[in-house]
């Protein structure tokens, strides 16, 4: 399974998204740090969803990355996330 394709399996799972979208923008990132042949190592992920409004900035992102695994999150080089 594309590893965008889990992050947002992952996600579904634990939070009722309202709005969810997520981009590999890998293939920006060509010749930099990180980046592998055959992308899946950049991303940006918005979302929105009623479990994150009460929480600060640090616990949103500690929230998506827990939610993720830290086996999903060890084969990702980069994570823009865009929370409310």
Same mark, same amino acid.
């Given at each position: ?6 992050? %947002? +399996?992952? #996600? ?6 309202? +709005?969810?979208?997520? *981009? ?13 042949? $055959? $992308? ?6 918005? #979302? ?7 929480? $600060? %900035? ?9 939610? &993720?695994?830290?086996? &999903? *999150?060890?084969?990702?080089?980069? &994570?823009?996330?865009? &929370?409310?």
């Amino acid at each position: 399974m594309p590893v965008e394709d889990e992050i %947002r +399996e992952n #996600l579904r799972r634990a939070f009722a998204a309202t +709005e969810l979208d997520v *981009v590999d923008e890998s293939e920006k990132h060509r010749g930099h740090a990180g980046w592998r042949e $055959g $992308g899946q190592t950049h991303f940006r992920v918005h #979302l929105r969803a009623p479990e994150l409004a009460a929480m $600060g %900035r640090l616990e949103r992102h500690r929230a998506v990355h827990a939610a &993720l695994g830290a086996d &999903l *999150v060890g084969r990702i080089h980069a &994570l823009a996330l865009d &929370l409310g």
